[in-house]
């Protein structure tokens, strides 16, 4: 996206979406509010990498075949620590209950797309590796994304299937989502809905960078004022892992009768979407703390 566009659509959008949120008590649908929103979107990705990071090990439930657990160039990184329950060292066997807290400290630790974490994720499962359908629950204790605190219970039923998307057998992932998000300005946003993710791209290799995913879903997100709006996703998102930020695809966004949408564009990795609403597109920037 170009650089001119980008000055002339953020003053744009300032000035219009600022006004429209006062005026309309925050009912209208605003650049800030859905950029909000795509925050959320990566910090759901970004977990569901890190979960799905600790299902591909040897106690995990990874199902692959011919495959090579992903273990090298693994999207957990060094600076976050890993218990278990039944400790590690302990032999387990199907049936067995497996309970992980993944602790990413207090100071901040960053992800290999750049995204910074703190705090604990405790993943629960049980250990059935001969199965192809699992259900994974996964909570935060004083967890922070880019320093946005999330509070909830997340649940995911992971099967192993193929797809037009992807004609292989590959992880399917649905989540259903019910968390709470407080900004750093302290607002509080609530999110409820449900996400399919699965991985088109670099399965069959040992190097979860070059992993890309493709999502879709529906979702209602409740602001601070009030407001609520439904945001599905009308043309599959894509996420590669390589990149802080979603690269492509559509989510339109529905409140109090009006409608815009979000493009993330051609598949560049950058931190810009187009917001475009009342048929007045506005480039705003996505992502970061």
């Given at each position: 996206m170009k650089t001119t566009k980008l000055i002339l659509g953020l003053a744009l959008a300032f000035s219009i979406?600022?006004?429209?949120?006062?005026?309309?008590g925050g009912n209208s649908i605003t650049a800030a509010d859905a950029a909000t929103n795509a925050k959320l979107d990566?910090?759901?990705?970004?977990?569901s990498k890190i979960v799905e990071d600790q299902?591909?090990?040897?106690?995990?439930?990874?199902?692959?075949?011919?495959?090579?657990?992903q273990t090298t160039d693994a999207f957990l990184p060094a600076c976050a620590t890993v218990t278990r329950v039944p400790a590690f060292g302990t032999t387990i066997t199907p049936g067995t209950l497996i309970t992980k807290t993944i602790d990413f400290g207090t100071t901040g630790c960053p992800l290999p797309n750049?995204?910074?974490?703190?705090?604990v994720i405790v993943i629960t499962f049980m250990y059935q590796p001969a199965a192809t359908s699992h259900t994974i629950t996964y909570t935060f204790q004083d967890f922070y994304h880019n320093n946005i605190e999330f509070n909830g219970t997340k649940t995911f039923t992971r099967i192993m299937a193929t797809s037009t998307a992807n004609p292989n057998i590959h992880p399917i992932v649905t989540m259903d989502m019910d968390m709470t998000a407080t900004l750093p300005n302290g607002d509080v946003v609530t999110r409820v809905g449900q996400r399919v993710r699965e991985i088109i791209e670099g399965y069959a290799t040992a190097i979860w960078l070059d992993?890309?995913?493709q999502v879709t879903g529906e979702w209602t997100t409740t602001f601070p004022s009030g407001a609520i709006q439904t945001s599905t996703i009308t043309t599959p998102l894509r996420?590669?892992?390589?990149?802080?930020?979603?690269?492509?695809?559509?989510?339109?966004?529905?409140?109090?009768?009006?409608?815009?949408?979000?493009?993330?564009?051609?598949?560049?990795?950058?931190?810009?979407a187009i917001f475009t609403v009342n048929g007045n597109s506005?480039?705003?920037?996505l992502g970061g703390n």
């Open positions: 979406f600022s006004c429209s949120k006062d005026d309309n990566i910090m759901n990705d970004d977990v299902l591909n090990t040897s106690d995990g439930i990874s199902g692959k075949t011919n495959q090579t657990i750049g995204n910074v974490l703190r705090g992993n890309i995913y996420i590669r892992m390589n990149c802080p930020n979603i690269v492509r695809g559509v989510i339109t966004i529905v409140r109090n009768g009006n409608t815009a949408t979000l493009d993330y564009g051609d598949g560049e990795c950058d931190n810009l506005h480039i705003i920037t």
